[in-house]
């Protein structure tokens, strides 16, 4: 047998042993390469006469061509090959059936709560927050609250250490206290969040939740104060009127403080809120006591302002017509699906708070 024929034999046993690219770049360089076994049969070409020459040299090439070709061939293999594996190990599943049945409600506290804060955004306000364990100086002594304050006793505290160090706070109050230790003058936010006194009927359940709202500036004033509650309430109520008025009242962390009621009436069994001659208690305020501004590092000569706080719990009960408390916390599917809200159903000022 010529030579070209043996490397052509040569080759085919090696091709059918080739495992992966790593063998083939090999397998090449051998026949291929510039000093495989094509290359060196070309050099030989030299001994040969002019006739022998081309019949040896149109061979080898025929030879050189099949190798290439299978080479390339099998390249184009492993190459496939490999994105395959590829695509099988990034493959996303898109064929997921959607639910037909829509289960999911948004409970009206949460509801509630997004209404309010696209309420007081609207007027600059931005959200807060603070943990529901807090220390017995943020809830209490931080806002002014001395060691033999009745306010203490009054809270009806769920105190989680014998030394009542650490407690579920009373109310969202201490969030003012982290959040003016925690920045600097302005501070303009509210805090939504849950809150716990030991305490349990009809209209007072031991975890609810609160709004806290503060705004302090170099010259916030009461009316400040008057002016921002009278716009959340009748957002909030969607009426264009509302009824509303200051009384006195006592919190260890303002001065003066009051407590706001907002006028009402029955008609039909149903309440109308804004109009009438009935009162309802929503919320306590005032301005902000100058020993709570000292606490937490704001200097009460430069700065003042106001705070407030209010249950939301009642604000959705007053808005959605539900008439006891603890349904809220009792996990009733039926109950939920009834006065429960659509998960896309996002409130927003411009689209309307509630449809
Ligand atoms: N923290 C008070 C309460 O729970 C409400 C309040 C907040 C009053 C801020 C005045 C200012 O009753």
Redesign the pocket.
Known sequence: MSDPDNILNGFESKFSLIKNKDDLQNLKSEFLGKNGSISFQFKKMGSLNPEERKIFASKLNEIKNKITFEIEKKLKNFENNEINEKLKDEKVDITLPIRTTKNGKIHPVSQVIDEISSIFSEIGFSVAEGPDVESEYNNFTALNTPEDHPARDMHDTFYLDKDKKTLLR????PVQIRTMLDGKPPFKIIVPGRTYRCDSDQTHAPMFH?L?GLHIDKDITMGHLKGCLNYFIKEFFEVKKIKMRFRPSH?P??EP?AEVDIGYKIENGKIVIGEGDKWLEIL???MVHPNVLKNTKVDPNKFQGF???MGIDRLAMLKYGINDLRAFFETDYRWLNHFGFDPLDVPTNYRGLSR
């Not at 009373?170 to 109050?173: D, K, Q």
């Open positions: 009373t109310h969202t109050s609160q806290e919190f962390f303002t403080s306590g305020c005032g705070a407030f706080g």
